[in-house]
């Protein structure tokens, strides 16, 4: 295909969306390089991805651009062999087992805790955050932490397990809140380093140990953004383990982005580039994996409230760049905003959701009544 008629094809594509290409208004796409469209004619959301990281293109308002695009479902119009060759890879190999359940860590929350710091907020709490009532990313992480505490219905002396427990902050809010004690577990060394000096001094325990290992008894345990790392051929032993170690008047919480369709890859630009060996579960998904193992008392969708705290973060991000740019070059500048902004349009356009669902060993007796 002419180089003329690759710009055809990508020109038709942006009309679907009503964007222009090199057009005037913000979301429309501006062209640097003309190689631009056999590398996404080639490769689909890739080559977009890591083009626009190269400079290639630009626009104005790119999470506009981006939610126009998803709204008309152009990416399913263009999917490259790199998804195809993802889709076989998950199928052939368990991509979160053993050494490579330790990459995400080491690739993508090893950077740098100076990126995370200046990025989340108060609080490092790198999950959506519940803006019911809540008028700043600071006050919407601590009412998604003080939702969970409540959900799970946490009293003094209760022994709490954090399946993936990032910086600590959930570990510490729950200790100070509601006297709890607990064990929190990472794959991430800086992680594990921030969470014990952040805890020190409350009865938290932080290891790096992955999920699979534990082998205790707790009264709750909860999750909040790690499901996303265990992948569909992990579920059933996820929720093994969560029944193993739970105590039989227990309750157990999954915070979790979830996607609309079952998969078991997720996108390959975000596999390369963000979350190596990652997926969104599909409600099929859980409910199949749980099946047998635990009662579902609430199912909580509240996605579209990630939007939100994707531009509190993004706006955190630009206003701290002139003090990151020394470590971190222009071609990462532009990869995180991609991220951010796509992750944007994912949850605007409702593609994908943020599940938050409380399961029992045997059910509550006389029911659970879920706190909002």
């Not at 080559?47 to 695009?69: C, F, P, Q, V």
């Not at 209760?158 to 100070?176: H, N, P, S, T």
């Not at 206003?319 to 971190?328: F, Q, S, T």
Request: hydrophobic share 40%; net charge negative.
């Amino acid at each position: 295909m002419s180089q003329p008629e690759l710009r055809n094809r990508i020109q038709a594509l942006l009309q679907l969306a009503g964007v222009t290409l090199d057009g005037d208004a913000p979301w429309d796409l501006r062209a640097h390089d003309p190689r631009l469209y056999a590398r996404v004619v080639a490769h689909g959301s890739l080559g977009l991805g890591e083009a626009y990281m190269d400079g290639w293109w630009d626009s104005d308002d790119l999470d506009g651009l981006l939610t126009r695009l998803l709204a008309v479902h152009v990416d399913e119009r263009v999917r490259g062999l790199d998804d195809i060759l993802l889709w076989l890879k998950a199928a052939v190999v368990n991509l979160q087992r053993g050494r490579r359940a330790y990459v995400v860590g080491e690739r993508h929350y090893d950077i740098g805790n100076d990126l995370f710091e200046r990025m989340l907020g108060r609080r490092l709490v790198y999950s959506c955050g519940y803006w019911r009532e809540a008028t700043d990313l600071d006050a919407a992480q601590e009412a998604k932490l003080d939702l969970v505490c409540r959900k799970l219905g946490l009293a003094p002396g209760q022994r709490v397990l954090d399946i993936g427990c990032g910086w600590g902050e959930a570990l510490k809010f729950a200790a100070e809140r509601y006297g709890i004690s607990g064990v929190g577990i990472t794959v991430s060394n800086e992680q594990a380093d921030f969470a014990r000096e952040l805890c020190r001094g409350l009865p938290i325990e932080i290891r790096v140990q992955d999920y699979r290992e534990i082998d205790e008894r707790f009264d709750r345990i909860y999750s909040i953004g790690m499901f996303e790392h265990v992948g569909v051929r992990n579920y059933r032993t996820y929720f093994d383990v969560v029944r193993r170690n739970l105590a039989t008047d227990g309750l157990t919480l999954l915070h979790t982005i979830g996607a609309n369709a079952s998969s078991n890859h997720t996108d390959p630009w975000i596999e390369k580039y963000i979350f190596p060996n990652s997926m969104l579960p599909s409600a099929s998904q859980v409910t199949e994996a749980s099946e047998g193992r635990f009662v579902i008392e609430d199912w909580h969708n509240f996605g579209t409230d990630y939007d939100r705290t994707l531009q509190a973060w993004r706006a955190n991000f630009d206003a701290a760049w002139p003090d990151l740019a020394d470590r971190y070059d222009e071609r990462f500048r532009r990869m995180w905003r991609f991220y951010l902004a796509g992750s944007m349009a994912s949850f605007r356009t409702r593609q994908i959701q943020l599940w938050q669902i409380v399961m029992s060993p045997e059910g509550v007796p006389g029911g659970y009544v879920a706190p909002r």
